[in-house]
Nanobody, 123 residues
Framework: VQLQAFGGGLVQAGGSLRLSCKADGPNFSPHTVSWFRQTPGKERRFVGE????????NYEESVKGRFTLSRDNAKNTVYLQMNGLKPEDTAVYYC?????????????????WGQGTQVTVSS
């Protein structure tokens, strides 16, 4: 499985963006997919994870109620809908996949990564 992340851009505070993480290759549905974000000089940080069937998603505290994960296994795609964006959400966002029931919060646990997509929120 290979991942491609896209959908980033520049948006004003309070605005919305939808990121997509599309998988190429078979057997995508058994993977839990997580999103991470990273700012210069900082470690990559967990944003949220969505489980295999899409019924369960968990989020980092600061994005709860603003970000929503969904997935369409028929399209091999996971979506991260980001509403109410804040300047502190500015980062490069990465998606990652793991063939496991639960998506770990540690980036080192993942061996499948998409390239980053830049999200910039202006104040």
């Amino acid at each position: 499985v290979q991942l491609q992340a896209f959908g980033g851009g520049l948006v004003q505070a309070g605005g919305s963006l939808r990121l997509s993480c599309k998988a190429d290759g078979p057997n995508f549905s058994p993977h839990t997919v997580s999103w991470f974000r990273q700012t210069p000089g900082k470690e990559r940080r967990f944003v949220g994870e969505i489980r295999r069937l899409g019924a369960i998603a968990n989020y980092e505290e600061s994005v709860k109620g603003r970000f929503t994960l969904s997935r369409d296994n028929a399209k091999n795609t996971v979506y991260l809908q980001m509403n109410g964006l804040k300047p502190e959400d500015t980062a490069v966002y990465y998606c990652a996949a793991i063939r496991a029931i639960v998506g770990p919060k540690l980036p080192s646990a993942y061996d499948i990564w998409g390239q980053g997509t830049q999200v910039t929120v202006s104040s």
